[in-house]
């Protein structure tokens, strides 16, 4: 002989087919709902589905499960249940693994219609039984309309058994659930997914399993839900069934949870068919029978669950678009280090064409040969009357080479001043992102450097903007006769003064880091370039060929900066997504409260009575 129970188990992960969007539901139900409410719980699956959570924070994974739970839930019961409120009954039995489920249900409805066993889990596909006469409503798969209609035992975890037995009344069907605490991931999410679709919870535990702390976490989920709630303690010794059954009223109550009906059952045996004895069941049985045959008891347990998930969605949905908030301002956070780091790599560079740093080494040995030698720096001062006369003869008789040289200089020591503050705005980018959990999973080891083309991009820069300086030159002397008499040369060795100028920070007055520098580059290039242009059409010169270098700059290191921004663009949730969800969320929650679910009195709506006392604790 053998003692009762679901003896179950079995590997496998048993998954819901994928939906591809909500069912086809006639949106003008006759009775309370009206019509707003169909169509609110539509347009807050479409917020729910516009909804992403890419990056990579906390709280994105339990936001994403908590978002495709919602859409089962709206899928499932919610939407199809508003359709048809009418249609019959649906208790889903679920509980620990080993707790009994299938043995009971096969016993409710006197025939073995759920697998029982003693490898666990038993229960592989979810089996739903009900009356012939209502078979169709379950057939048609407008309730839980993922798992696909079969009629024959499966060991498919996608499909959903449908057995009809005629021992159980019209009005009333089971669906016997996996395990809530299965060893298989799949199960235990496909047990909750069929809880949320429940008219009814009747959870099954046992003598030995009542205070684990899995059952509990589900049922204080059916409390929140507002959902109508039964309890079977199964396998109790009768000896300690008193002490039992009270303590576990006590821990109901404490969960606030104590008007759910409880039902005890004592251990014993099964037959030979694996039923329990009629006297075991009857009490439940009874209550069952009850309930089927009352059309409005019924249908105050379906508007009592519909309505109690219904209220539970708004803080859920709250919490989603929180969690959607949190999505994009981390997307933000992350883009602001990346604008944080490239500025400041563009402010070094507009430091660098003020103090001077530019006018050292290369440059300054170069600047020198091409305008004259030392004695030339310390005498131009008191020359500068003869300096144009003295400039075109310098100008016109020199070789080309000087010029050239002193070009290459100047390319060379910007190529180097932008590689250098690319490579450190790179790093700098790099390490702030790896310290943020959604920025570290959005990286590559070449983020961590500048781009690999990088150094042609910063020479053709360079270059580009030194073409653009002779032009500049070319535009603002035009009209000038010096141009006229000296042509090519001329421009060239003037555009090469004013990118000179285009370093020195304080206009041609040397201080600070110039004095050491450049001794008095500065100060002849300003003579250099006044006796051509004069004072004013200087200054312009030089803040426009800055200007233009520095807008320049700024577009290469935007180029650099995207290769950031680009991810974050590519994982970037909708700005709108969060206000988007809780506008749906308080459409529902209007809708709910004009559609006539909840009771008026705002009490709990009563449980149905049994028939007996027997086995009622």
């Not at 039902?263 to 209550?287: H, K, M, N, S, Y």
């Not at 999505?327 to 507009?350: F, K, N, S």
Request: include cysteine; charge should be negative; glycine fraction near 8%.
């Amino acid at each position: 002989m053998t003692t009762h129970g679901d003896p179950a188990t079995r590997s496998g992960a048993p998954t819901v087919a994928a939906r591809t969007g909500p069912p086809e539901i006639d949106e003008t139900p006759t009775g309370p709902t009206g019509d707003g409410l169909p169509a609110a719980l539509t347009g807050l699956r479409a917020a729910i589905d516009a909804t992403r959570f890419p990056l990579a924070l906390p709280s994105a994974e339990p936001a994403r499960h908590t978002a495709r739970a919602l859409t089962d839930q709206l899928d499932d019961y919610l939407l199809p249940r508003l359709a048809r409120l009418d249609a019959p009954l649906l208790v889903v039995v679920g509980g620990s693994t080993g707790a009994g489920k299938s043995t009971l249900v096969n016993s409710l409805v006197q025939a073995r219609v759920s697998a029982a066993g003693v490898l666990r889990p038993t229960t592989r596909s979810p089996v739903l039984v009900c009356n012939p006469a209502d078979s169709a409503w379950f057939r048609q798969g407008e309730l839980l309309p993922g798992l696909t209609r079969t009629n024959e035992p499966s060991e498919d975890p996608g499909t959903l058994h449908l057995v009809t037995a005629p021992a159980l009344a019209p009005g009333l069907a089971f669906l016997d659930a996996p395990d809530i605490d299965s060893v298989v991931d799949a199960n235990r999410a496909l047990a909750g997914q069929l809880l949320a679709a429940a008219d009814l919870w009747l959870f099954v535990t046992t003598a030995a399993r009542y205070a684990d702390a899995v059952p509990w976490e589900l049922l204080r989920t059916a409390r929140s839900r507002g959902a109508a709630i039964a309890m079977v303690l199964d396998r109790v010794p009768p000896e300690a069934a008193d002490e039992i059954a009270a303590h576990l009223s006590e821990m109901l109550a404490a969960q606030e949870l104590g008007a759910a009906p409880l039902f005890v059952l004592p251990e014993t045996w099964v037959d030979g068919q694996g039923l329990l004895p009629d006297r075991v069941t009857a009490p439940l049985g009874a209550w069952f029978a009850r309930l089927a045959a009352d059309a409005d008891a019924r249908a105050a347990v379906v508007r009592q669950t519909l309505d109690g998930a219904l209220a539970s969605l708004h803080p859920t949905v709250e919490a989603l678009a929180d969690a959607a908030d949190e999505q994009v301002a981390a997307a933000d956070a992350l883009d602001d280090r990346v604008r944080a780091a490239y500025q400041g790599a563009h402010r070094t560079v507009a430091e660098g064409l003020k103090d001077g740093r530019l006018l050292r080494g290369e440059v300054l040995a170069r600047w020198q040969e091409f305008v004259g030698t030392g004695e030339f720096f310390r005498t131009l001062e008191a020359r500068i009357g003869r300096l144009r006369d003295r400039l075109v003869a310098a100008v016109t008789g020199r070789p080309a080479t000087p010029a050239t040289e002193l070009r290459h200089a100047i390319e060379s020591q910007l190529v180097t001043l932008l590689r250098g503050v690319a490579a450190e705005a790179a790093e700098h980018t790099y390490t702030a992102w790896k310290a943020h959990p959604a920025g570290a999973a959005l990286l590559d080891p070449p983020l961590a450097h500048a781009g690999a083309d990088l150094p042609e991009r910063a020479e053709r820069l360079v270059r580009d903007w030194q073409r653009a300086v002779l032009e500049l030159v070319r535009e603002e002397g035009g009209d000038r006769r010096f141009v006229a008499r000296t042509a090519a040369y001329a421009v060239n060795a003037t555009g090469l003064a004013v990118m000179i100028a285009v370093f020195a920070s304080t206009a041609f007055i040397p201080t600070g880091l110039e004095v050491a520098t450049g001794a008095g580059t500065t100060v002849a290039a300003q003579a250099v370039l006044q006796a051509i242009f004069g004072d004013q059409a200087v200054r312009t010169l030089a803040a426009k060929a800055r200007g233009d270098l520095l807008e320049r700059v700024r577009a290469l290191l935007d180029e650099e900066a995207a290769r950031y921004l680009t991810r974050t663009d590519a994982a970037r949730p909708g700005a709108q997504d969060a206000a988007g969800l809780r506008r749906a969320a308080g459409r529902v929650e209007v809708a709910r409260h004009h559609s006539g679910l909840a009771d008026p009195s705002g009490q709990a709506l009563p449980t149905p009575t049994p028939t007996s006392e027997d086995g009622i604790r």
